[in-house]
C-alpha cells in the first residue's frame, strides 16, 4: 500500500465527528479535483509503499476502536481488503473515505462517499489537458456508487461551492431510488474558517429545506489546514 501518514486526532467531518481516530492516508488518486486540500495525497502524490499487516501494526499501536482511511482514494489501494478483514479482527470500526468511483471488496462499518460534482474539474491551466478529461470521465462510476449505496451503511457528502451546485445535487439523488435524505450531506467548499462562515447560512438553509445534514469542518476551527488532522 502507499502510504503518506498514519496519525490520531478526531473525526470533523460527517456522523461521527467528534470522535477520536486513527487514520490511515493512503496515497494516489485518480481524480484531480481542483479543491482538493491533501494534493499531497493526489496532485502531488508522497508517501512510502508499507504492507498492509505494517500498516495494521502501526494502527494498533493505538487503542481507539475507530479507524479512518482516507485519501487520496484509498480504493485503489489492491491490499485495501486485506487490510479492512484484519482490523474487523481487531474489533475496530471502519470508515473509508472514497469518492465511490473504484470498486474494492471490502468489510467497512461506515462508507463516507463524496461524490464529486461538476465544480470539481480542474482547469486546462492548472494541470496537463489530458488530466481534465480524466477527471470528467472518472468523476462519476454510476454502477459503482449503486453497490456501495446498497451494501453498505453509507453518508454522502456533496463539497458545495456556490449555491447552483444544489440543483446538480438534486439532479444526482434522483438516479437513486433508495436514498436515506438523513445521509445527505452539504459541506462546504472551504481551506479557512473565514470561508466556511460565509457559506454556513445559506447552506443550513438548504438543508432545512430537503432535510439534509449541514456537514461543518470542524477540522479547520481546531486545527486550520494542516497535515495529521
Known amino acids: 500500500m502507499q502510504v503518506v501518514e498514519i496519525y490520531r486526532s478526531v473525526q470533523g467531518e460527517g456522523l461521527l465527528a467528534g470522535m477520536s481516530s486513527v487514520f ?44 479512518v482511511i482516507t485519501g487520496g482514494e484509498p480504493m485503489l ?15 475496530r470500526h471502519i470508515t473509508i473515505e472514497t469518492a465511490g468511483t473504484v470498486d474494492l471488496p471490502v468489510v467497512c462499518d461506515l462508507m463516507s462517499l463524496s461524490p464529486k460534482l461538476s465544480n470539481s474539474k480542474p482547469t486546462a491551466e492548472s494541470i496537463t489537458p489530458n488530466w481534465v478529461d480524466l477527471h470528467e470521465t472518472r468523476r462519476h462510476a454510476p454502477r459503482v456508487m449503486e453497490r456501495l449505496l446498497t451494501d453498505y451503511s453509507y453518508q454522502l457528502k456533496f463539497v458545495v461551492d ?10 444526482y439523488l434522483q438516479q437513486y431510488s433508495n436514498i436515506d435524505q438523513t445521509r445527505v450531506m452539504l459541506m462546504p467548499q472551504a481551506t479557512s474558517v473565514a470561508e466556511h462562515t460565509v457559506k454556513q447560512p445559506w447552506l443550513l438553509e438548504q438543508c432545512s429545506k430537503h432535510q439534509w445534514r449541514y456537514c461543518p469542518r470542524h477540522q479547520l476551527e481546531w486545527y486550520g489546514l494542516r497535515r495529521g488532522t
Open 24 to 67: 490511515v492516508r493512503t496515497s494516489g488518486c485518480n481524480l484531480r479535483c481542483w479543491f482538493c486540500d491533501t494534493p499531497y495525497a493526489s496532485w502531488h502524490p508522497e508517501g512510502i509503499e508499507m504492507g498492509w499487516g505494517d500498516v495494521l501494526a502501526s494502527v494498533l499501536e493505538w487503542s481507539d476502536p475507530h479507524v
Open 77 to 91: 489501494q489492491k491490499d485495501l481488503p486485506d487490510l479492512c478483514l484484519a482490523l474487523r479482527d481487531h474489533q
Open 162 to 171: 456556490v449555491p447552483a451546485d444544489i440543483d446538480e445535487i438534486e439532479r
